[in-house]
């Protein structure tokens, strides 16, 4: 049985870590620290530390006048209110700036569950996506949030990291994190499936019946939505039948959009999309919303094989 | 002493017209812009710039600078002037306003030698000037942050989250300066949303606040001094002034707020201003 991990525990104590080493990292949150997080950093370097209230916008904008003056940033709220709620402030005052400012949002799409839809962000990605400036990370798993965060440091400018509020599984492979590149967990394959975030652990259970049943197949985890690996996707358009592209987003301007956009212009094959199909959230347990949302190992299953038959 | 003063007052005067000529100038040569807020805010920023704010042209990236941020971006036009004039670029440069490739957009941006974070979008500049502020309070510096707002401008939430934060964190290092000259892109600012009482809001957030007549350069200088003396929370200078101040025609027209002057408005113009 694989180790269950939050993913914002690991995303707390690699600040602390990250603290102790690096005295221009700053943390700032919204009264949501116990949640995010970010509480850990705050126990450890208090000085270093920003409790804004209910003030998200004060927040986003204040980061870029201490980025402005040398800091390395972190800014969390959950997802919600971390984008869509600071677009314009994100937008002119963080990306526009390329300031080192790095977002780190927890609790993102529907697995929030019974908090229900006003906060369950599906349209986070699509958001940050539209800035230029802006990389983007959807770790897969606990380890893996903590490659996200260390990359964000070593490389300058915005980032937007995504996390979830639920345990994830610790995936099992043997390629390592690259920023920018698609971690493959299988290469040969006569289908693609590509993945981010908690839908990795799904796919890798798809991947395995669909083995199992006879149908070999690609799957890559695309953690880095930007910059996306074009050359991994085309490759996957060029030599498997098509792709499945499955995440806890809007099908609508997120990774499946992205990937769909890379292959529609140069070498078109079927993309189906496993994600949020332009409807709100509601309230239930991460299980059944993943249900009933359609966002299932066996909805991967399906599209695949409708890929093969 | 008083002689000293006053000689020192003269001087700002003289290079206040002269800030508001290199404003209409500019303006007139980009063809589009905001006349109205640079003009009503040139004194204060003047006497900013030449008499209050520590930075060194020749190294802008002293790290104990003063740091200054326009919030109301839109008069970009007065912070181009004094920046050229304080020798951050060459004056030719301020022709170049507005152009395609130019170092001097329509609103502040950080290819501007000068320019530390761009603006333009209302109500977050003072967030951004708070930031600046904690950052002086990290590093153990002493540097002192001024920060340009708008009066329409501080009808946006994001002014009040921000006013809310500086006052929690006691930043008396940091300094607003409120140009408040009565009107918004749609009229008068108490006909619009109306802003009253003003120095009482601010007050009742936790600010020190001084109310001044924003063309008079003694109470203007004033001001910044009081504000550099209180300590424990941050200051505001909410200055009345006139749209458009210094060209007769432009005074309380609110048309100006965001047109350029025709050719033979800004000829009428110049003359003003010797």
Redesign the interface.
Known sequence: MAELLYQRDIYGKTLVELGKVDPRIVVLDADLSSSTRTALFAREFPARFFNFGVAEQNMMATSAGLASCGKIVFVSSFAMFATGRVWNQIRNTVAYNNFNVKIVATHAGITVGPDGSSHQAIEDIALMRLLPNMNIIVPCDGPQTREAILTAVRRDGPFYIRLGRAKVPTLETNNAFEFGKAQVFNQSGRVTIIACGIMVAEAVVAAKNLINKGISVRLLNMHTIHPLDTEAILDSARNTKGIVVCEEHSVVGGLAQAVDEVVAQNHPVKVLRVGVKHRFGQSGEPQELLKEYNLTSSDIEKAACSLVS | MASSDDRKIQELQEKARHIRRLIVEMLARAGSGHPGGSLSSADLITALFFAVLRHDPKNPGWPDRD?F?MSKGHCCPLWYAVLAESGYFPKEKLLTLRQLGSMLQGHPD?RTPGV??????L???L??????????K??NTQYRVYCLLGDGEIQE??IW??A??AS??KRDNLCAILDYNGFQIDGKIEEIMGLEPLVAKWQAFGWHAIEIDGHDMKQILNAYQQAKDVKGRPSIIIAHTVKGKGVSFMENVVDFHGRAPSTEETKKAIEELG
Do not use: C, F, P
């Not at chain 2, 530390?116 to 979008?121: C, D, F, K, R, T």
């Not at chain 2, 967030?127 to 002086?136: P, T």
């Open positions: 740091r941020h950080r530390e974070v761009a603006s333009g979008s109500g977050q500049g967030s951004v000037a708070l930031g600046m502020s904690l950052a002086a990290l590093d939430g994001n989250e921000a809310m934060a929690h964190y």
